[in-house]
């Protein structure tokens, strides 16, 4: 089956450490994106890449970075520099014609003590 | 530039009541627009879509009409299960850009 995967489900870290999360899309999607929700929240855009080894910084880039050196994967880092890092993170992908619908993964909730 | 507004929630109804969840949006062109939802603890999912005026997206008894002239793009149901419940989200696509927006979403509970 087609989808996109985001590991692990739930991460736990230490204030002051990097983390990275992990996503997945086997839909052959050239376009991938990084969602931040927080409690009650809508979706607020933290990075997107269009196509491989290239991507832009959406509305709260700050403290974050990605990679895309696959179409497969885009890998989020939490940094430390990241003011208020725990919130549920989303992955997204989506088609480069027709009209675009984003596919979703299940997200990866980061808690930060 | 492009934005959404829906509805502030929740929204409370009983079980086979109507639902309506109202969305108007603001773009130049022409967007294309979607529903989402979003059950507790999972990644969002496809509900509907629409890509040009007067369309109407449908989905297991959920519909939306594409209205150019009010801008707007309105979620209804006419009998809503105790398994609707989740917070769904309103979004649009301009043209020629990668980015989604997206409303603040509306929580909807229904009731047995």
């Known amino acids: 089956d087609g989808g996109i995967t985001q590991s692990p489900k739930y991460l736990f870290r230490k204030e002051g450490q990097n983390v990275t999360l992990s996503c997945e899309q086997n839909?052959?999607?050239?376009?991938m994106y990084w969602y931040r929700q927080d409690p009650g929240q809508g979706l607020r855009l933290i990075y997107y890449?269009?196509?491989?080894?290239?991507?832009q910084k959406g509305d709260i880039a700050e403290g974050y970075s990605v990679s895309r050196e696959k179409k497969e994967s885009f890998p989020l880092t939490v940094t430390s520099a990241q003011k208020n890092p725990t919130a549920f993170y989303l992955c997204?992908?989506?088609?480069?014609?027709?009209?675009?619908?984003?596919?979703f993964g299940p997200g990866t909730r980061l808690t930060v003590t | 530039g492009n934005s959404v507004t829906q509805m502030e929630g929740p929204v409370t109804l009983s079980e086979e009541a109507f639902l309506t969840i109202n969305c108007t949006y603001t773009?130049?062109?022409?967007?294309?627009l979607f529903w989402y939802v979003q059950y507790p603890g999972e990644g969002l999912q496809l509900l509907l879509k629409?890509?040009?005026?007067?369309d109407k997206g449908s989905n297991k008894g959920f519909e939306a009409t594409y209205r150019k002239e009010t801008t707007s793009f309105h979620l209804e149901k006419g009998s809503v299960q105790v398994s609707d419940s989740a917070v769904y989200f309103c979004?649009?696509?301009?043209?020629?850009?990668?980015?989604?927006?997206f409303g603040a979403g509306t929580r909807l509970f229904v009731k047995a």
């Open positions: 997204a992908s989506s088609s480069s014609s027709g009209s675009y619908e984003q596919y």
């Open positions: 839909l052959n999607h050239d376009a």
């Open positions: 890449s269009q196509i491989v080894n290239d991507f």
């Open positions: 773009a130049t062109g022409y967007p294309s």
């Open positions: 629409a890509t040009k005026a007067d």
């Open positions: 979004a649009l696509r301009g043209t020629g850009g990668f980015k989604t927006i």
